[in-house]
């Protein structure tokens, strides 16, 4: 079959949106956040119905909308503004601040999920900027690290402090929304802030143009948030699938003003896979382009990952052995530049009994 289309973009025949279009007709939940920024906030009743709500929506899909979430609903239009001029320029422009081996922020146009080219292109800034990586790793500790920077356009000054100010208002709701997870995991709400002290968070603007073969390439391929949680923002056009707990593909319905959050693999092995990070992708379409803006939420590079004890028994002994933070960060952000021979790094590579 002939494609009107690089077959770099082509997914394996079962990964193919065409073949896997049994979209179940229930969706994720949808959770109003109203009740904690209400005058009677310390209503404890409402407290711990959205708790409750949150760990039903964890424990079952790994995601969950939120609406009422006290994000100023401006802050992200600037910014769709500013993503849709940027990416509506030339490609050499944007690839003035084009991401290279030493730094993974900026602009990029040829990044793969499980070695096949997303119909995409992006632009990563780091939330606390610089932020510092490891760049060796001797196996059981980091014995070199390296500094990402954040890079900003110069023709398009507004794009630095749309993005800047959004940054700020979305780590407020990350933090909220990992204290409600802490909650309903029977944590106390703040035991997990300690991880993010010099936090590796970064925030991606999508932007997906239409494709001439939406039924064999993917916007994003089928994959998991390596990170703790993230916090996206999507736009009308739609396209967002989750995979539920019966494999099938469920479409995550654009609600307005609403952010999708999930739980990454981070939060999965904490949490001693009492939830899962739940796979997702995007798929596109052949006449509307699309934008999405995830916030990634992540700890410390030096921090180690393992079930917390709290949540430990003898009848619920660790999953996992652990691992470096910064290490996994490392190894996925690098595995974009090259296709790679072996299995992309993932957390089921340090269960403790694989
Ligand atoms: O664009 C989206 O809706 C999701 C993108 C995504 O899953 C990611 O960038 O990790
Ligand atoms: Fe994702």
Redesign the pocket.
């Given at each position: 079959m002939a494609w009107d289309m690089d077959p770099a973009f082509a997914q394996v025949q079962e990964d193919r949106p065409s073949n896997t279009a049994n979209l179940s007709a229930e969706g994720v939940p949808i959770i109003d956040l109203g009740p904690l920024f209400s005058s009677n906030s310390d209503d404890s009743t409402a407290l711990s119905k959205i708790v409750d709500q949150i760990g039903k929506g964890c424990k079952e899909w790994g995601f969950f909308q939120v609406i009422n979430h006290g994000m100023p609903i401006e802050l992200r239009n600037e910014v769709k503004k500013v993503a849709a001029k940027f990416f509506s320029q030339s490609v050499e422009e944007k690839r003035k601040i084009r991401r290279d081996e030493d730094n993974a922020m900026g602009y990029f146009d040829a990044e793969n999920t499980r070695n096949v080219r997303d119909w995409?292109e992006?632009f990563d800034f780091l939330v606390v900027n610089p932020s510092e990586i490891p760049a060796e790793y001797d196996g059981e500790q980091v014995t070199r690290t390296i500094t990402m920077g954040n890079r900003w356009p110069e023709n398009l000054p507004e794009m630095r402090k749309a993005c800047e100010e959004y940054a700020k208002a979305t780590e407020k709701l990350a933090i909220k929304l990992l204290e409600l997870i802490s909650l309903s995991l029977g944590l106390s709400a703040t035991c997990l802030n300690g991880f993010f002290k010099n936090q590796t968070s970064f925030i991606?603007l999508?932007y997906?143009p239409p494709c001439p073969c939406p039924d064999v390439a993917l916007?994003?391929g089928r994959?998991k948030?390596a990170g703790a949680l993230?916090v996206?923002a999507?736009d009308e056009v739609g396209?967002?699938e989750v995979r539920g707990k019966d494999g099938k593909w469920v479409a995550?319905k654009p609600v307005l003003d609403s952010y999708?959050i999930?739980v990454g693999d981070i939060v999965q092995v904490w949490s001693n896979d009492a939830y899962e990070s739940a796979e997702?992708?995007?798929v596109v379409n052949s006449k509307r382009e699309?934008f999405?803006?995830?916030f990634?939420y992540n700890p410390s590079h030096y921090e180690f990952i393992k079930p917390l004890e709290e949540l430990l028994s003898k009848d619920n002994p660790p999953k996992y052995s652990g691992y470096n933070w910064g290490y996994l960060f490392t190894s996925r952000k690098l595995s974009n530049f090259k296709k790679m021979t072996v299995e992309n790094l993932q957390v089921h590579h340090f269960k403790a009994f694989p």
């Open positions: 995409k992006v991606r999508n997906y916007g994003v994959h948030d993230t996206l999507q396209g967002l995550v999708i999930n997702h992708r995007v699309r999405s803006v995830p990634f």
